[in-house]
């Protein structure tokens, strides 16, 4: 039998994500034991106290072992962090190190949400893959630089160690983890029981744009915010490199150091997040919320459209706007 260990990091933590990778385990070996199979895992809460609080102490977890009680196991789940990520890696380095081991022993290793912060935090995600929830994505960058941020990603899978996007999109991953661990019946079997969609892979739609300001770069703050006061018009990089008097190739290099994206694609996500708050809030058609951002060709706004949010214009509207469709 396989061992799995979800982690309960010290600090703040959401509770969800512990419950709820512990309950979709926990039902998946009871399937595949009542199909007649051996159970799988051997399924243990551990961490580095003996019990931890929640939402100011309205619950308690009192994990079933420590850390240092677990020489070898097979699959570690990370949960999500509650938004002061710099304290809880400080107040969890011996859990860190620890997942760090267990890497290297030959386990596999799966963050939630913002739990990746603490994975990002052992160094091995550096030069891999990584998705996160797209709130906590700017800060996961300035912090970890070499890891490949990937938030339009739902799921991240490479070389043993895997990532998932915001909140209960954890879900998912869970799922997918069932289904590599057990089989393909037993996660349509979870995925009935728990009502979850089965096979997503993107968060695009969910993602809120906001821009990447947390960088230090001036000359790039105002470009971003020309940008976004511009929305209507068709921006050059030529003509921004120009406006601020620096060469295309160095502002190119410096937008791209600063947001993580190059001018153009910075330009399409602020257009295409106005679009998407016109087709949420008004009753406004596909042509004038595409005019209004700038777009004077519908194949053209279409593409970049569904290449952000993973669906169409019409499809989008359709979704967060019922009274459009009426």
Partial sequence: MKHLSIIVPDGENNLSSIVGAYKIFTRANAYYK?????????????????????????FITKPHTHISDICKTDLVIIPSLNHNYIKAVRVNQELIDWIGDQYRKGSEIASICTGAYLLASTGLLDGKSCSTHWSAADQLRSMFP???????????????????????????LILYLVEKYYDRQTAIFCSKVFQIEMDRHSQSSFIVFKGQKTHGDE????????????????????????????????????????TGNTPVEYSQRVKIEAAKKAFETSRKTINEVMYEVGYSDVKAFREVFRKITGMSPLLYRNKYNKEAMV
Avoid: C, M, P
């Avoid at 007649?36 to 939402?55: D, H, M």
């Avoid at 070499?146 to 160690?161: A, M, W």
């Avoid at 790039?220 to 018009?233: G, T």
């Avoid at 620096?246 to 290099?253: T, Y």
């Fill in 34 to 58: 009542e199909t007649g199979k051996r159970e799988v895992f051997k399924i243990e809460l551990a961490g580095i106290s003996k019990q931890v609080e929640f939402y100011g102490g309205l």
């Fill in 219 to 258: 000359l790039v703050k105002k470009a971003q915010v020309f940008i976004e006061s511009n929305l209507d018009e068709k921006i050059s990089v030529e003509h921004l490199a120009s406006k601020f008097a620096i060469g295309r190739r160095n502002f190119d290099r410096r937008f791209i150091k600063a």
């Fill in 146 to 172: 070499k890891v490949n941020l990937q938030t339009d990603q739902l799921i991240t899978d490479e070389n043993g160690i895997y990532t998932n996007g915001g909140a209960y999109s954890f879900l998912n």
